[in-house]
């Protein structure tokens, strides 16, 4: 019964690279600190001759353990018996270990690795899948739930992920889809490969389904413990602190961010110059590059964080950038994770494909994300903060707690270029020497507006720091927040531009 | 403004031949740009004498000749697709200038099947 679907379909198992639902379980959780659920339990199907059948333990591994000693609730599905197909009782093992994970208040890991439904079962498992995305959805936001992708997971049994807190996924390992190549074969006529279709890299680059991409399960597990580290056992907690360390000395954050604000640097850095050891643990960090979003600790304490990336796109923020933000934002509200925002962006990406993709919708997102937050909200102004983008990136009037200024910031309605060409624009037309007037008034228009005192002078910016003192700043204020407390109007819940 | 050029930006920039140029309020930024946004497909108007197909599919059936004169809403063709039988319509009042498939063909969507004058 422990071998599940028998020697040789694990044989199978392994050649694909993969492990068995048992090994996996063991090289994720503590030495020792599994305990299994269910081992016992059997399918009750009569029907198609499924009566002669025995699938050993339905399918389905589930129990609790440990990950560096924070209790976690886990079930992982077994390809070797019947494909790891969703059946009534499979999936009644799964939701059992979703309610204990709820009651016990503790994260909850799934492993998917799938061939979909259990054809012979019927509508008995549909009303399974029905069952289990109920139980994610009423979880969300009070225990983190996590999903690994480790074989198939296709049709209706993406939902579950898809309706998580993080998905990890593993190269040509993890596959997922609603219909699949074949289906889009004959109805449509189109020809692609799964892995094209609905792989890791796929679900990691383009669809954004997936937060963290490995190239191994073993990689893929690694990453699993470090997120558990950063994270709360539910939503009442606050993340274990940590020893607190300095910055390493190679991340000078002097020398990171050029004065030109039209120059590119790897906003990373600054982050890894303000952050603990300087380990930022990135998430999503394929998709919308555009934007960083991440967890680092400062003084021992997790802290999320978002920052536009200058090095890509130029930091601008779009309908990917926005969704990746809001949805992190919202992630760190929910679990008491305070959000530091680091901002130099140019505004938004102009474009057909962007205004016909619905920005105006997706950026507003990040506007909901941001003022809806309790949790303590630190801003810092590196460089140019120019119109909506400046609202949007938790600026003083979303309610930041703490909002400060580099002095290279330019906190504008837009670059000078752009505003001299419009303010001016008489002037450098009706001028003998156009280009030289446009210059000119370039300049001019740097000199009194690209600075962060304008916006100081109305109290929108709380400090103009030097970067050397950023940590100390932040860490201060952190402090300060301590015990901050908001009273929200009440409601039933809000209307997110979804 | 004195430009601090770092030893990092240089090495960044020295690292990645791919660094561009992106255009916002007519500022010139230095940057990475994705291959999504280098590979967009830059908007066109929609000219009412080519007639696109709106879905992949197969040929089934060529209801005009070239030659022919038709009205707009006037069927062109049958498409099948997604189980089903679409019929393709003209978008303007003209003469059918060419059919650029035959009967059976597999079409993608976007693809210009009939030109009308």
């Known amino acids: 019964m422990l071998l599940g679907g028998g020697e040789q379909a694990i044989e ?38 499924m009566a002669k059948k025995s699938l050993p333990s339905d399918g389905v591994i589930i129990g609790s353990g440990t990950i560096y000693g924070a209790p976690v609730a886990i079930f992982a599905q077994d390809f070797t018996v019947a494909g790891g197909s969703l059946g ?74 898809a309706l998580t807190d993080f998905v990890f996924v593993v190269d040509n390992i993890s596959k997922m889809f609603i219909t699949g190549p074949e289906v889009i074969k004959t109805v449509l006529g189109e020809e692609i490969s799964m892995e094209e279709l609905g792989g890791a890299r796929v679900h990691s680059e383009i669809t954004g389904n997936a ?23 539910n939503n009442g907690q606050k993340a274990k602190a940590f020893e607190p360390g300095e910055p390493k000395r190679e991340y000078n954050i002097e020398k990171i961010v050029p004065n030109d604000p039209t120059l590119p640097y790897d906003v990373k850095d600054v982050i890894r110059s303000i952050v603990d050891n300087s380990d930022f643990f990135e998430v999503m960090e394929l998709y919308a590059k555009n934007i960083v979003i991440g967890f680092g600790r400062m003084g021992g304490r997790t802290t999320g964080f978002v920052a536009n990336q200058p090095l890509e796109m130029a930091g601008v923020l779009d309908v990917d950038s926005s969704d990746k933000a809001a949805r992190f934002i919202r992630y760190c509200d929910a679990f008491n994770i305070p959000i530091i925002t680091l901002v130099d962006l140019p505004g938004y990406l102009p474009g057909v494909d962007q205004e016909h993709a619905g920005v105006i919708r997706h950026g507003a997102k990040v506007l ?27 600026s003083r009037h979303l309610r930041a707690d703490f909002v400060f200024a580099w002095p290279s910031a330019e906190i504008a309605v837009m670059g000078p270029e752009g505003a001299a060409n419009i303010i001016f624009r008489k002037e450098i037309l009706s001028s003998e020497d156009p280009d030289g007037t446009r210059r000119k008034k370039v300049a001019e228009y740097k000199e009194k507006f690209a600075n962060p005192y304008v916006a100081a002078a109305r109290g929108f910016v709380d400090a103009v720091i030097e970067p050397s003192e950023t940590r100390r700043f932040l860490m201060h204020s952190l402090n300060a927040s301590e015990n901050k407390t908001i009273q929200m109007p009440e409601k039933k819940h809000g209307l997110p531009p979804l | 403004m004195i430009i601090r050029k770092t030893e990092l930006t240089e090495l960044t920039m020295k690292k990645n031949e791919k660094i561009g140029v992106l255009n ?32 992949p599919g197969t040929v089934l059936d060529i209801l005009v000749k070239p030659g022919q004169r ?39 969507k976007g693809m210009v099947l009939i030109e009308v004058e």
């Open chain 1, 12 to 49: 199978k198992q392994k050649a694909l690279g993969k492990r068995t639902a048992r090994e996996r379980i063991m090289a994720l959780l503590d030495t020792d600190s599994f305990i299994e659920y269910d081992l016992f339990v059997e399918h009750e199907a009569r029907d198609f001759d």
């Open chain 1, 88 to 161: 009534r009782m499979h999936s009644r093992k799964i939701t059992k270990i979703m309610d204990h994970a709820l009651k016990m208040r503790m994260p909850l890991i799934g492993i998917n690795d799938s061939g979909g439904a259990r054809i012979q079962e019927g509508v008995n498992s549909l009303a399974g899948y029905g069952e289990i995305f109920f139980r994610n959805t009423i979880s969300s936001g009070v225990i983190p739930q996590i999903s690994v992708i480790l074989g198939p997971c296709a049709g209706g049994a993406v939902y579950s992920p």
């Open chain 1, 211 to 233: 937060h963290f991409f490995a190239s191994t399960e073993e990689e893929c597990f690694d990453q699993i413990k470090k997120l558990i580290t950063f994270i709360p056992w």
């Open chain 1, 368 to 394: 909901y994300a941001y003022s809806e937050a309790t949790v303590p909200k630190l801003t810092v102004i590196l460089r140019k903060a120019y119109g909506g983008g400046y609202i949007a990136m938790s």
């Open chain 2, 24 to 55: 916002i309020d007519s500022s010139l930024y230095k940057t990475r740009i994705s291959s999504r946004f280098a590979n967009r497909i830059p908007y066109k108007p929609t000219d009412p004498h080519m007639i696109l197909s709106f879905i």
């Open chain 2, 70 to 108: 038709v009205r707009k809403g006037d069927g062109l063709m049958l498409l099948d697709s997604m189980k089903m039988q679409n019929q393709l319509k003209s978008t303007m009042d003209g003469k059918v200038k060419t059919i650029l498939v035959k009967k059976g063909d597999r079409v993608s």
